[in-house]
């Protein structure tokens, strides 16, 4: 069982496992590997009861004849059963361990390298993203659904290499996303404009930071970037929800995707990376929850290559110290576009 615990100075957020289950286990894993990876087609038997698939006509649930497969996390760090009960501990504030924690397989074969996958696949992909987000924002217990990718032990991924991608409801709205919305909502009081639209015109201008665009979107490292050749993909249509994009554009973004994390993976000889989904919360849970959000945000991709370990500095100051300029770093990857 877990606890979602908040931090009263810091106002964030903390999912504390209750049981012994979550001790450190300092054992080595070797790879999962076919035949005994469980996200291999054949295998379906090794995971939990699919949530959703892309499957061709005429197979059945739980069977081979799927392109993309959506399953429960067999180890969820938050559980779906349950009421969502807010409860005080002394000074402390404590909710209730209700979430969703899904895995999604993003190939039937054995691929770990997602730049490998096909357009056609990751687009595959990116639809079953958006159904899911919608889906689970049905539920008025979520208040924040966070779909993520982590590749590579370095950032956080597990011995199953097998590309897959993850999705976690959340009960409460991160700190971190709570920040961008208030300081998206300040910035459009100010000026009446959409900050991430400004932005994304800023360096469209300036051109220094910018490694691709297309026609619906643009891939550039941010300006004051927190880590060694950090990117963000952001649409060039004012769009607050992933869950409002359009078929259109999840066509155009499979192949800026690919190409982005291709010129990583041959720049930096197969970092491990991090790939995030900023988008809104929910919308459902209160009466005029993020009411300004539909002008005033813009959801985007963070995508963060694992190069270097953050240190003490870091963690005790907040800042971070990135040892390569974001304009050298677009310079470096575009050579490999």
């Given at each position: 069982?877990?606890?979602?615990?908040?931090?009263?100075?810091t106002?964030?957020?903390?999912?504390?496992?209750?049981?012994?289950?979550?001790?450190?286990?300092?054992?080595?894993?070797?790879?999962?590997?076919p035949?005994?990876?469980?996200?291999?087609q054949?295998?379906?038997?090794?995971?939990?009861?699919?949530?959703?698939?892309?499957?061709?006509?005429?197979?059945?649930?739980d069977?081979?004849?799927?392109?993309?497969?959506?399953?429960?996390?067999k180890?969820?760090?938050?559980?779906?059963?349950?009421?969502?009960?807010?409860?005080?501990?002394?000074?402390?504030?404590?909710?209730?361990?209700?979430?969703?924690?899904?895995?999604?397989?993003?190939?039937?074969?054995?691929?770990?390298?997602?730049?490998?996958?096909?357009?056609?696949?990751?687009?595959?992909?990116?639809?079953?993203?958006?159904?899911?987000?919608?889906?689970?924002?049905?539920?008025?217990?979520?208040?924040?659904?966070?779909?993520?990718?982590?590749?590579?032990?370095?950032?956080?991924?597990?011995?199953?290499?097998?590309?897959?991608?993850?999705?976690?409801?959340l009960?409460?709205?991160p700190?971190?996303?709570?920040?961008?919305?208030?300081?998206?909502r300040?910035?459009?009081e100010?000026?009446e404009?959409?900050?991430?639209?400004?932005?994304?015109?800023?360096?469209?201008?300036?051109?220094?930071?910018?490694?691709?665009?297309?026609?619906?979107?643009?891939?550039?490292?941010?300006?004051?970037?927190?880590?060694?050749?950090?990117?963000?993909?952001?649409?060039?249509?004012?769009?607050?929800?992933?869950?409002?994009?359009?078929?259109?554009?999840?066509?155009?973004?499979?192949?800026?995707?690919?190409?982005?994390?291709?010129?990583?993976?041959?720049?930096?000889?197969?970092p491990?990376?991090?790939?995030?989904?900023?988008?809104?919360?929910?919308?459902?849970?209160?009466?005029?929850?993020?009411?300004?959000?539909?002008r005033?945000?813009?959801?985007?991709?963070?995508?963060?290559?694992?190069?270097?370990?953050?240190?003490?500095?870091?963690?005790?100051?907040?800042?971070?110290?990135?040892?390569?300029?974001?304009?050298?770093?677009?310079?470096?990857?575009?050579?490999?576009?």
């Open positions: 069982m877990s606890e979602v615990r908040r931090d009263i100075v106002d964030t957020w903390v999912i504390v496992q209750t049981s012994s289950a979550g001790m450190p286990d300092d054992s080595p894993r070797p790879p999962r590997r035949p005994d990876c469980p996200f291999c054949g295998n379906e038997a090794m995971t939990p009861p699919e949530v959703s698939a892309v499957r061709a006509a005429g197979t059945t649930t069977g081979p004849g799927w392109r993309v497969r959506v399953v429960p996390d180890q969820p760090v938050l559980r779906i059963e349950g009421a969502l009960d807010r409860v005080g501990v002394g000074i402390h504030d404590m909710v209730t361990g209700v979430g969703a924690n899904e895995v999604i397989i993003e190939s039937p074969d054995h691929e770990t390298n997602f730049a490998a996958l096909s357009e056609e696949q990751i687009r595959l992909v990116l639809d079953t993203w958006q159904r899911r987000l919608v889906d689970l924002y049905r539920d008025s217990r979520f208040r924040y659904v966070l779909v993520f990718k982590d590749h590579g032990r370095m950032a956080g991924g597990s011995t199953i290499e097998h590309v897959h991608s993850q999705i976690i409801a009960p409460a709205t700190r971190r996303v709570k920040d961008q919305l208030d300081g998206a300040a910035y459009y100010y000026k404009r959409c900050i991430f639209c400004d932005i994304l015109q800023d360096e469209l201008d300036s051109g220094q930071r910018v490694l691709l665009a297309t026609d619906r979107f643009v891939v550039f490292a941010p300006y004051a970037s927190r880590l060694p050749f950090e990117l963000r993909v952001k649409p060039r249509r004012h769009c607050h929800s992933f869950g409002d994009a359009t078929a259109d554009e999840l066509a155009d973004l499979s192949p800026v995707l690919k190409r982005t994390v291709g010129a990583l993976h041959s720049a930096l000889g197969d491990a990376f991090n790939v995030v989904l900023q988008t809104a919360p929910n919308l459902l849970p209160q009466d005029g929850y993020w009411e300004t959000i539909g005033d945000y813009h959801w985007f991709l963070e995508i963060i290559p694992r190069v270097r370990r953050t240190d003490g500095f870091e963690w005790g100051s907040g800042f971070f110290i990135n040892p390569v300029a974001p304009e050298l770093a677009v310079a470096r990857l575009k050579e490999e576009l």
